[in-house]
């Protein structure tokens, strides 16, 4: 069985600080990896995906996250916050066996002006 | 392109009545998931459709039900609805299996 686990449910952030949100997963084969941003009384919007290849992966907005298989990790990060950013971030895992995603429980990042 | 979309965006409901969800996936996206997303168990996976099949099935009562038309538009349904039904309830396509799954901007509802 996947799960997904997103350390800090609240992260604050000063304006122009590195962003850094956590996130585990455990999965018995090798998984794809998403994250996702949700912007108040909005949907999922994509930020970046893994899938094979290149564990550095770059997002939209600045974005990016790095797979590291020994620490089963997945974490988030953008070295400049911008009052933008602000929002709800989901981590996602799926096997490559099936569609079904198993999502974290999210992160709520609040940038500091 | 257009996005995913859904319908209706808001709808107020009572006790005991039953609703339908529409969602219509981004043009060419053959696969449909349906997540229900509350405050206290986070995004919960529903059920998948591809091609007309349910393919998936998350851990949710039977009241819970859906359906995929042969143009990929999908349906889901809830009976009796029970005021813990009140979440907001994302559709979600991707063009074929494993693949990038976008969302659309959810129905929420509110069971009284």
């Known amino acids: 069985a996947q799960s997904v686990t997103q350390l800090g449910s609240h992260v604050s952030v000063s304006e122009g600080a590195l962003v850094l949100l956590r996130c585990n997963y455990s999965s018995s084969v090798p998984p794809y990896l998403f994250w996702y941003v949700q912007y108040p009384n909005q949907g999922l919007q994509l930020l970046l995906k893994y899938t094979t290849g290149a564990t550095l992966v770059k997002g939209i907005n600045g974005f990016e996250a790095e797979f590291k298989k020994s620490e089963t990790s997945f974490h988030l990060t953008k070295p400049s916050a911008h009052m933008s950013d602000a929002a709800e971030y989901f981590c996602?895992?799926?096997?490559?066996?099936?569609?079904?995603?198993?999502f974290g429980t999210g992160t709520s990042l609040t940038v500091i002006p | 392109k257009a996005g995913v979309t859904q319908t209706p965006r808001y709808l107020i409901k009572t006790r005991g009545q039953q609703v339908t969800l529409s969602c219509s996936p981004i043009?060419?996206?053959?696969?449909v998931s349906w997540y229900q997303q509350t405050p206290g168990q986070g995004l919960q996976f529903l059920f998948e459709?591809?091609?007309?099949?349910?393919?998936n099935k998350g851990n949710f009562p039977g009241r819970f039900s859906g359906r995929q038309f042969s143009n990929s538009r999908s349906e889901m349904n809830v009976s009796t609805l029970e005021l813990g039904d009140s979440a907001l309830y994302l559709c979600?396509?991707?063009?074929?299996?494993?693949?990038?799954?976008?969302f659309g901007p959810g129905t929420r509802l509110l069971v009284l």
């Open positions: 996602a895992v799926s096997q490559n066996t099936g569609n079904q995603f198993y």
């Open positions: 459709y591809f091609s007309e099949t349910q393919r």
């Open positions: 043009s060419g996206h053959r696969s």
């Open positions: 979600a396509s991707s063009r074929k299996y494993q693949e990038t799954q976008y």
